[in-house]
């Protein structure tokens, strides 16, 4: 049975902002060839791996309904952010001056908080991690992550990111900020299972008698989201 991540876009005067992240694949990562075993015998690239592909695809991605200039200061110690939209009824940008948190490595020490006009609600016993894209190193912001329960509905909220330094310019309308993956709350426990010895030297085993493809043609399972 599909489930539905229903959700409400407050703000009627722009494009809606989320979509699948299966429609945001990265240019760069279609611009990879996969590794040729049989005619070049090379080891295999992330287009040979298909969990850095569900990566990129799982879930949904909040996208920017504008356009964000991004300018350094003329020291380059600090960043202005313009966006020109200045309500925050729509979307909109703050920083706080003091964060909380250490800093990532290479970005500007000034915490900037996406201010998202999207409200989500999902099924009973369901959460959501609300994340940076993942494997999109390349975007020019770190947004942090959190797991929001989703079950009861949730308003717009807060989600701080930081610019990473040497960036100057602009951040494209459609650009993908916060990628959303519902899951199913469960109770967990960590159990160690030496008997799966056998089980990994099987499929150690199997993966070697191929050059490619064993997993994804043997365990991988397709996800849907729409």
Same mark, same amino acid.
């Given at each position: 049975m599909t489930k539905k991540i229903k959700y409400y876009f407050q703000n009627k005067?722009?494009?809606?902002?989320?979509?699948?992240? *299966?429609?945001?694949?990265? =240019?760069?990562?279609k611009d990879i060839k996969p590794a040729n075993f049989k005619k070049d015998n090379k080891h295999k690239n992330v287009k040979n791996c298909v969990p850095f592909l569900d990566a990129l695809s799982i879930g949904y991605m909040i996208t920017l309904p504008i356009d964000v200039?991004? %300018?350094?200061?003329e020291d380059y110690t600090s960043v202005l952010v313009d966006y020109g939209l200045k309500d925050e009824g729509y979307f909109d940008i703050k920083h706080r001056e003091i964060p909380?948190?250490?800093?990532?490595?290479?970005?500007?020490?000034?915490?900037?908080?996406?201010?998202?006009?999207?409200?989500? *609600? %999902?099924? *009973?016993g369901y959460s959501a991690l609300l994340t940076h894209p993942l494997n999109r190193n390349d975007l020019p912001f770190v947004s942090l992550s959190g797991v929001i329960? %989703?079950? #009861?509905?949730?308003?717009k909220g807060n989600f701080p990111f930081y610019i990473k330094k040497g960036f100057e310019g602009k951040?494209?309308?459609?650009?993908?900020?916060? =990628?959303?993956?519902?899951? !199913?709350?469960?109770?967990? !426990? %960590? #159990? #160690?299972?030496?008997?799966?010895a056998e089980l990994d030297a099987k499929y150690h085993f199997l993966?070697?008698?191929?050059?490619?493809?064993?997993? *994804?043609?043997?365990?991988? !399972?397709? !996800?849907?989201?729409e």
């Open positions: 005067l722009l494009n809606d902002t989320i979509v699948s992240a *299966k429609s945001l694949i990265p =240019q760069w990562y200039n991004v %300018l350094p200061t909380a948190i250490p800093f990532p490595e290479d970005v500007y020490e000034i915490e900037f908080i996406w201010r998202i006009a999207h409200s989500f *609600k %999902l099924p *009973k329960d %989703l079950d #009861e509905g949730m308003p951040i494209p309308m459609g650009t993908p900020i916060i =990628q959303v993956i519902p899951f !199913k709350r469960e109770s967990w !426990k %960590l #159990e #160690e299972d030496n008997s799966m993966t070697n008698r191929v050059n490619n493809g064993w997993y *994804k043609n043997n365990i991988w !399972k397709r !996800k849907s989201f």
